[in-house]
């Protein structure tokens, strides 16, 4: 099998894999970083969402022979101790339940409010959108998101 090189959450990497290897499981059984979940696998429900280059990807839906020279992060790189502006958000407003989502949500946040840091409450539920959350946070993802873009600020 070829040897990819890869950095991940600012390190550098290798993993040997076949080339249409998902990149979830490289990092979750390769790599060991588990915070990035197993949803549908087929890129619908963003629970496997990372950065890829800064931007919102499925990790399911992504070959690891396309992601050399590339800047990965998952939920474990977003900070070193769990005080980006949406994870302190996320817990002040007491958004996981089972938690299961929570991963690609913020992944998903974080990229968003990089991108757009004044959103407005349409342009929160829009981004958000393609994740799901089989427990129906939707309402307090909203807010902790809305409240990460002040924090942000």
């Not at 839906?61 to 996320?90: C, F, K, M, R, Y």
């Not at 539920?125 to 809305?146: F, H, Q, T």
Request: include cysteine; aromatic fraction near 4%; glycine fraction near 8%.
């Amino acid at each position: 099998m070829p040897v990819y090189n890869l950095k991940v959450n600012g390190k550098s990497m290798s993993v040997d894999a076949d080339p249409d290897t998902p990149l979830l499981w490289v990092l979750r059984d390769e790599l060991d970083l588990v915070g990035t979940k197993f949803g549908c696998g087929i890129g619908q429900c963003g629970a496997c969402t990372i950065h890829i280059d800064g931007a919102a990807t499925r990790s399911c839906l992504l070959q690891i022979s396309s992601l050399e020279n590339t800047e990965i992060t998952t939920i474990e790189g977003l900070s070193d101790d769990g005080t980006h502006p949406v994870q302190v958000a996320w817990k002040e407003h007491d958004v996981p339940q089972c938690g299961y989502c929570q991963a690609g949500q913020i992944m998903t946040a974080s990229s968003f409010l990089k991108d757009n840091p004044t959103p407005s409450e349409t342009e929160i539920r829009d981004a958000m959108s393609g994740n799901l959350c089989r427990c129906a946070s939707y309402n307090r993802i909203e807010k902790a998101v809305a409240d990460a873009a002040t924090k942000l600020a």
